[in-house]
């Protein structure tokens, strides 16, 4: 049976054959997208009735979309139109949102409606400008487990998938009841109850055989994300209160003090030039892996459980190489 999800994603594909420029008819669409003619009319319905005016042109025999922008561009001034195209041009990658391509799309739509005195001061602004991009999730992936989450979180129904935290080969089946849905550290979550009863987060990168369920839930009223993600460093509070303690050397301590890594960071400069940061976090499983990404240039001075973990996890990286048949230097 074809779900919402799986529908939704063959008419924006649809939408995006169309608007490719290769002529279309009934028959040469059914074929590119590997569907009945029955199914391409249904989908063509869709898209008029989500707005899009698509026709039939007799003359070249070919379905045509309407160029005609929707809203008149003139109705942005040239810095809203600088940052959205710094956002799709520069940054998509960077950024992992759904969708990403079709973001891209849109901007080119806009860029060609622009005069060509404001698209010249656009090029000229955007031209020395780059950024660094982090490994790009698996977009086709993401788009199709982020829609289907979204349609469940909309209409209130229970999704199963398998989740590993390290490796699939280790992952459990899980039932959720999804809530909402955040993206941080670069990474989505989707917050919801499990089946167990407890209110909990995912990386939808973990997920994999994502099905949504025929069954619906009532969302607990007193569910608040707000509440929910409290003073957690990331996504996944623990349900306890840690305050966290941190000095960086004088070579770190700019680039750490000019970021607001917390909102509840509060920041000491010494006069010797390094820095104290401290933190009222939920929590300290998130927070390790960025106290660890500073190497020797942190030393952390509270709470004794964290200094602790970070010891044993350097003594056993020390160990792991000590034993790897390379030499360490101490």
């Not at 490719?20 to 008029?48: V, W």
């Not at 055989?209 to 460093?233: E, I, M, Q």
């Not at 020797?296 to 602790?308: F, Q």
């Amino acid at each position: 049976m074809e779900t919402e999800a799986s529908r939704i994603c063959r008419v924006v594909k649809m939408l995006t054959t169309l608007q490719s420029g290769k002529p279309y008819n009934a028959e040469t669409l059914a074929k590119a997208m590997r569907i009945s003619r029955r199914t391409i009319f249904r989908d063509l319905r869709d898209l008029r009735k989500a707005g899009v005016v698509v026709y039939f042109d007799e003359t070249g025999h070919r379905y045509v979309i309407q160029s005609t922008p929707l809203w008149p561009v003139g109705s942005l001034n040239s810095q809203e139109i600088l940052s959205l195209l710094l956002l799709v041009h520069k940054a998509k990658d960077h950024i992992h949102l759904p969708f990403n391509n079709l973001a891209l799309l849109a901007a080119q739509k806009i860029e060609k409606e622009l005069p060509e005195e404001l698209r010249q001061y656009c090029d000229d602004m955007l031209r020395d400008i780059s950024v660094k991009v982090c490994q790009p999730a698996r977009t086709d992936i993401l788009d199709k487990v982020f829609l289907q989450l979204r349609q469940a979180v909309v209409k209130k129904q229970s999704v199963k998938f398998h989740y590993y935290l390290y490796d699939e080969q280790n992952a459990h089946e899980m039932e959720l009841h999804p809530y909402h849905m955040v993206y941080v550290h670069n990474a989505w979550h989707v917050i919801g109850k499990t089946n167990g009863g407890e209110i909990r987060t995912f990386k939808l990168g973990h997920m994999s055989k994502l099905r949504v369920l025929d069954k619906f839930f009532t969302k607990n009223k007193s569910f608040n994300v707000h509440d929910y993600l409290g003073r957690a460093w990331a996504a996944e509070p623990e349900g306890k209160i840690y305050e966290v303690k941190l000095e960086f050397q004088p070579e770190v301590a700019r680039s750490v003090a000019e970021v607001e890594w917390h909102k509840t960071q509060v920041v000491t400069f010494d006069p010797d030039g390094s820095v104290i940061v401290e933190f009222h976090v939920d929590g300290l499983n998130e927070i390790i892996p960025w106290v660890l990404s500073y190497g020797d240039k942190v030393t952390v001075m509270g709470p004794d459980v964290l200094r602790k973990e970070i010891l044993r996890i350097n003594r056993r990286a020390i160990e792991r190489n000590r034993t790897s048949g390379f030499t360490v230097i101490e």
